[in-house]
């Protein structure tokens, strides 16, 4: 554990790498006023004045800052049934098309299917978005605890889908509307503002979790496979806890099942339990590796060393659909931590055991031309 002040903590080993602007920004966080305490998880990077990976609980206030734009992201987990025996990656990867393009379905039905009232946003309904947002086919590559693996329906042999979306330009508009009144001032709970935030809130949570489910459909349904949901778990968000109110930025609850974390297109996602009561990881998880490098600073090393073309192919032979070079640049798995050492660092603090490990094997980001 790195102990930041009174109030704050990271639960990562002295010798795992934390950026010291992580630190500071976690610092700051916690001299926020209402704040019982703030804890970074190992994947703890700099955001933009508060930092990513973090969970932390307040008293009476919300702070819509400590959520972001993209209120309700989250990793969604399915199982995917492929016709035939032998899965061709190659093939499948070229198949992969449209995730980008505004789904030609009833996207407002879609959405009161799974809640939520009052539909917005509805083009971008089923869409990934860009930065570090992907639909990912993976293989088990190792399952360290087979029985706690089966009643999730995943054995050895089997494919998975992982999803990560959040609530695209919904969350976004909604910070947007906070700033423009209040700036990064956060709001008493028991308010006019504080109720409606929390409202528009809620509304987005359920917005992305409908929006991955989608995506994960039109993934299914281009290459023909069946998909059965696995779990669903979101990293962005404020809710009720202990009489307070829990912020998460880019951390998983510890208290709703089984976590993916992922670390990168070119290494292994952990499934993970929650072990313990949570208590010193803050009821919280990781949500990924965390960023090493800014994505400018992954531009200039990955474009001197590498030619686009190279990187969409990986070390643990996945294949990339990233039509968009900068992003491929901005996201190549140097420019993030060791998923192992997080991975480690929460075992190690008794806030998790891993299940299973799963190996990329098509990460789809963004096809230019989509539909054609
Ligand atoms: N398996 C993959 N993991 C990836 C990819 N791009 C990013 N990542 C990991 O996801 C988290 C997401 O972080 P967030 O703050 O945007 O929610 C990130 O930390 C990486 O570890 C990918 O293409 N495939
Ligand atoms: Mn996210």
Same mark, same amino acid.
Not at 227 to 253: F, Q, S, Y
């Given at each position: 554990m790195i102990r930041i002040d009174e109030?704050?903590?990271?639960?990562?080993?002295?010798? +795992?790498?934390? =950026? /010291?602007?992580? =630190?500071?920004?976690?610092?700051?966080? +916690?001299?926020?006023?209402?704040?019982?305490?703030?804890?970074?998880?190992?994947? %703890?990077?700099?955001?933009?004045?508060? @930092?990513?990976?973090a969970a932390i609980l307040v008293d009476g206030i919300v702070y819509p800052h400590l959520v972001g734009s993209d209120i309700g992201c989250g990793m969604a987990l399915f199982r995917l049934e492929l016709p035939g025996s032998k899965l061709n990656a190659e093939r499948l990867a070229k198949r992969l098309r449209g995730l980008e393009g505004t789904w030609e379905g009833d996207a407002e039905a879609w959405l009161r299917d799974r809640g939520v009232v009052d539909p917005s946003f509805v083009d971008a309904l089923g869409t990934i978005g860009g930065g570090n947002h992907f639909a990912e086919l993976q293989a088990v590559h190792e399952l360290a605890e087979p029985s706690a693996v089966h009643p999730l329906g995943i054995e050895k042999k089997s494919l998975v889908l992982l999803v990560h979306s959040g609530s695209r330009g919904l969350g976004e508009s909604i910070l947007r509307a906070h700033v423009a009144i209040y700036g990064a001032k956060g709001l008493e709970v028991d308010s006019t503002a504080g109720r409606d935030y929390l409202r528009a809130h809620d509304r987005a949570v359920m917005?992305?979790?409908?929006?991955?489910? *989608?995506?994960?459909?039109?993934?299914?349904?281009?290459?023909?496979?069946?998909?059965?949901?696995? %779990?669903?778990?979101?990293?962005?968000?404020?809710?009720?806890?202990?009489?307070?109110?829990?912020?998460?930025?880019?951390?998983?609850?510890?208290?709703?099942?089984? $976590?993916?974390?992922?670390?990168?297109?070119?290494?292994?996602?952990? *499934?993970?339990?929650?072990?313990g009561d949570g208590v010193s990881s803050g009821h919280s998880l990781a949500h990924g590796a965390g960023r090493k490098w800014t994505r400018s600073d992954a531009r200039a090393r990955m474009r001197d060393?590498?030619?686009?073309?190279? *990187?969409?192919?990986?070390? %643990?032979?996945?294949? $990339?659909?990233?039509?968009?070079?900068?992003?491929?640049? =901005?996201?190549? @798995?140097?420019?993030?931590?060791?998923?192992?050492?997080?991975?480690?660092?929460?075992?190690?603090? /008794?806030?998790?055991?891993?299940?299973?490990?799963?190996?990329?094997?098509?990460?789809?980001?963004?096809?230019?031309?989509?539909?054609?």
């Open positions: 109030r704050a903590h990271i639960v990562a080993s002295p010798s +795992s790498w934390i =950026e /010291g602007e992580a =630190e500071r920004q976690l610092r700051t966080t +916690s001299g926020l006023a209402g704040v019982r305490w703030a804890v970074g998880m190992p994947d %703890l990077h700099p955001g933009k004045g508060h @930092p990513i990976g917005w992305g979790r409908a929006n991955r489910a *989608l995506i994960a459909h039109r993934f299914a349904e281009s290459v023909g496979a069946d998909l059965h949901p696995v %779990l669903d778990v979101c990293h962005n968000a404020v809710t009720p806890h202990d009489g307070g109110w829990l912020h998460r930025k880019g951390a998983a609850p510890h208290d709703q099942g089984p $976590v993916a974390i992922p670390g990168s297109r070119g290494t292994l996602t952990y *499934l993970v339990e929650p072990t060393r590498f030619r686009a073309g190279e *990187l969409l192919r990986t070390d %643990l032979g996945g294949f $990339v659909v990233c039509d968009d070079k900068d992003l491929l640049f =901005e996201e190549a @798995p140097d420019a993030y931590k060791r998923i192992d050492r997080v991975v480690a660092d929460l075992v190690d603090a /008794g806030a998790c055991r891993v299940l299973a490990t799963l190996r990329p094997v098509v990460t789809y980001k963004i096809r230019k031309n989509g539909r054609e």
